[in-house]
């Protein structure tokens, strides 16, 4: 058949453009496969317009998980402290296993005022913890720090009190010439847990200072400044008083400004005194005030034997703590040893701190009863020593509830007429608490009984 020319020309046209198409693609496409043979510009004119490109690009990040090691908490930093072999009173008050059964290590809610010679306030064991006077702090209406500016902000009659008062000068200036106060203030709330220094029996608390007595103002009335203190402390709502000075006078205005602190159910924890003498017969005040907001508290040593030097009563004297060689926080960062009834009361506070934290709703009353009930009973050594013949016990205090009530707080109104070895169990208590325990307060009364040449059959007296 005899082939039309047109069509075999159409037909060798469309082969010879399909041929220059192909080539055509291949080319730039080696060009895309080969971006080195691209110019400069090229390659700019394209990204310049992905500016204007409506095309959206989302990418899913995943979230990096660093690793971590198991980071220790305070209580095992605490529990760990190398520190705490030296202080042998956490030990005989069983405060550790107080910290660790009960995760118990106080509160910052709880505010103790420590009426003394003062702090130590950039000591690196006790700064974390002492109190911040928010009428004291930021700026006045001139733009200036109110904790410098010598302007009492609050008008509580103090200038500057930004962590307490100079009761002795009117102002904030806690400074602690002598170092009572500041060791005083470490055995009640040193903060510990960085491997250094000590630990208090409330590691976690809030330390209002109230400075009293300056051995650079030889002048100054300390009665006087006591009641000031004392005034203060209440003014600040504490929660807690601690004082560890005294004397053999009475004073009706220091009596009523203990008073004042046991209408707020503010618990005064006072120093029976180093006189050496029975405070039955020779009164030591404010501890032998008599009021039931104030417990008394005398010292022993590292064998549970009370102090030669300290006074001692069977009707005045409440209980008796470690108070021998205890060491503790001192001014310029450092730490020492000291003795008496004074560190014995810091202990006391300590514990009723911590008690505290755990019952916010007890007052100084039921403190006191607390204390006093729970506590390890030595009739062998503390008869004619103390009234109830009771060694502070930390974790006893935090393991169980007092003679006549229950767990959920309620008060058996015939309390007096029950045993007093018969007590309730908190939530966190160990089940063993009230069969070992209360087992070696009825063998040392047993001994005790022994001792005098009674029988040691129970009966009653």
């Not at 203030?185 to 300056?214: C, E, F, M, N, Q």
Request: proline share 5%.
């Amino acid at each position: 058949m005899k082939q039309n020319p047109i069509r075999t020309f159409a037909f060798f046209t469309t082969c010879v453009f399909v041929v220059l198409a192909v080539f055509r693609f291949n080319f730039y496409r080696v060009q895309s496969l080969r971006p080195e043979l691209s110019h400069d510009s090229y390659n700019q004119i394209d990204l310049a317009s992905l500016k204007n490109s409506k095309i959206k690009r989302t990418t899913e990040l995943g979230k990096a998980v660093p690793e971590t090691k198991p980071q220790k908490t305070n209580l095992d930093v605490l529990l760990n402290d190398p520190t705490l072999a030296a202080q042998y009173h956490l030990a005989n008050i069983h405060a550790q296993k107080a910290w660790k059964h009960h995760r118990a290590l106080g509160s910052r809610n709880v505010k103790v005022c420590v009426i003394d010679t003062g702090v130590d306030v950039n000591h690196p064991d006790l700064k974390a913890n002492l109190w911040v006077n928010p009428g004291e702090t930021g700026k006045d209406k001139f733009g200036k720090d109110k904790a410098t500016n010598q302007v009492d902000d609050d008008l509580d009659g103090c200038v500057d009190d930004v962590h307490g008062c100079n009761l002795i000068t009117g102002t904030g200036d806690i400074t602690d010439h002598h170092g009572h106060g500041t060791h005083v203030a470490g055995i009640i709330g040193a903060t510990g847990d960085h491997g250094l220094g000590v630990v208090g029996v409330s590691p976690r608390v809030t330390l209002i200072i109230a400075k009293y007595y300056d051995p650079y103002s030889p002048s100054a009335n300390n009665l006087m400044n006591t009641v000031k203190s004392i005034r203060y402390c209440v003014s600040k709502n504490a929660d807690i008083i601690n004082y560890s000075g005294g004397g053999l006078e009475p004073s009706p205005q220091e009596r009523a400004a203990i008073a004042l602190a046991r209408k707020k159910g503010i618990l005064f924890v006072a120093a029976a005194g180093n006189e050496q003498s029975d405070s039955d017969y020779r009164h030591y005040y404010p501890a032998d005030y008599g009021l039931d907001n104030i417990i008394s508290v005398t010292a022993y040593d590292r064998n549970d034997n009370v102090l030669p030097s300290s006074n001692y009563g069977s009707r005045t004297v409440d209980i008796a703590a470690p108070g021998k060689n205890i060491l503790s926080t001192l001014p310029g960062g450092q730490y020492g040893y000291l003795t008496g009834t004074s560190q014995a009361t810091a202990v006391v506070t300590g514990v009723a701190a911590l008690i505290k934290s755990q019952y916010p709703d007890f007052d100084a009353t039921r403190l006191i009863r607390h204390l006093t009930e729970t506590g390890d009973l030595d009739p062998m050594r503390l008869a004619g020593k103390t009234r109830y013949e009771k060694r502070l016990n930390a974790y006893r205090a935090l393991s169980i509830l007092g003679a006549g009530e229950s767990v959920t707080g309620t008060v058996a109104n015939n309390a007096e007429n029950l045993n007093p070895s018969q007590f309730a169990l908190t939530h966190n208590a160990s089940p063993d608490v009230s069969l070992v325990e209360f087992n070696s307060d009825l063998r040392n009364f047993l001994r005790a009984r022994a001792h005098k040449g009674i029988s040691p059959a129970l009966h009653t007296e």
